[in-house]
């Protein structure tokens, strides 16, 4: 289902526009991403919905300040997160994604979805039920919400996010029967890529904005990578793709 290597927009395309908004997503897809990563909150209300934003407050990243887990679906619209654009809705990302899906019934880049914020874990596995023709990767660095996701949901792929080195990834993949092991850069030595790839998980590297440092964790056998600069990257592939191919 995936490409040999996988292209992820982090953020959708994070250094060319405001991070976590439909503008910055569909730069990602316009550039040729086979698969776009967000993050996700829980809103107040009563109402299990969800909002797509990295931080836990909207101080970096908006006009507003204040914890996410206070806002309410309401005010999303009102606030800007860059260059007039909203906080998205998973919802609304999920319809933009179905813009660039060449049959309705399927196929279409794939999301996937880091579980940021706590108890995001039901109302992920609520959407994705909503939405049975997207393809999605559900990841998070907090294993325990993927445990919590996988008793909701038995088939969505799920990937375990380590910012450091834990030498019981094994047990932790193998009882979530995660699908990829998502590893920060820093720790995505050679040797650990080919361990866990070697144990049958994709491994997808975050975050890696520079076509050298790409090349090297695809030679290592990484899946992919996860970049704020798709461009570069969809360059550097396009240019490999060019070098391999019979004059
Ligand atoms: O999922 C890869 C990456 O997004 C994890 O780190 O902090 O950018 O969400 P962060
Ligand atoms: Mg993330």
Same mark, same amino acid.
């Given at each position: ?11 959708? @395309? *994070? ?5 976590? &908004? ?23 209300? *009563?109402?299990? =919905? ?10 970096? &990243? &908006? ?5 996410? @887990? ?8 009102? !606030? ?6 909203? !906080? ?5 990302? !999920? ?24 108890? &995001?874990? =039901?109302?992920? @596995? =609520? ?31 799920? @990937? ?17 029967? *995660? ?13 650990? !890529? ?44 396009? *240019? ?8």
């Amino acid at each position: 289902m995936l490409p040999p290597f996988t292209v992820i927009g982090h953020r959708g @395309a *994070a250094g060319l526009a405001p991070e976590n &908004t439909l503008l910055s997503f569909r730069t990602a897809l316009e550039l040729g991403c086979p698969m776009l990563e967000l993050d996700v909150y829980r809103l107040a209300g *009563a109402a299990p =919905a969800l909002c797509v934003i990295h931080d836990e407050t909207l101080d970096r &990243t &908006t006009n507003r300040s204040g914890p996410v @887990a206070e806002l309410s679906a309401e005010l999303l619209t009102r !606030i800007d997160a860059g260059q007039g654009q909203a !906080i998205p809705t998973l919802h609304q990302v !999920i319809e933009l994604l179905n813009d660039f899906r060449p049959h309705p019934q399927g196929g279409g880049p794939l999301l996937n979805i880091e579980l940021k914020g706590p108890e &995001t874990a =039901a109302p992920v @596995a =609520a959407t994705l039920r909503q939405h049975p023709d997207l393809a999605a990767l559900v990841s998070s660095f907090d294993h325990s919400q993927l445990t919590d996701f996988r008793r909701l949901d038995s088939t969505t792929p799920v @990937a375990p996010l380590y910012s450091r080195w834990r030498k019981n990834w094994p047990s932790t993949a193998a009882q979530l029967g *995660a699908a990829a092991v998502n590893l920060a850069v820093r720790i995505a030595r050679p040797e650990r !890529i080919r361990a866990i790839a070697a144990e049958g998980y994709n491994v997808f590297v975050y975050t890696v904005n520079d076509p050298a440092t790409a090349r090297q964790l695809h030679d290592a056998g990484a899946s992919g990578i996860f970049t704020d600069r798709p461009d570069l990257m969809q360059r550097w592939l396009g *240019a490999t793709a060019a070098r391999s191919a019979p004059c």
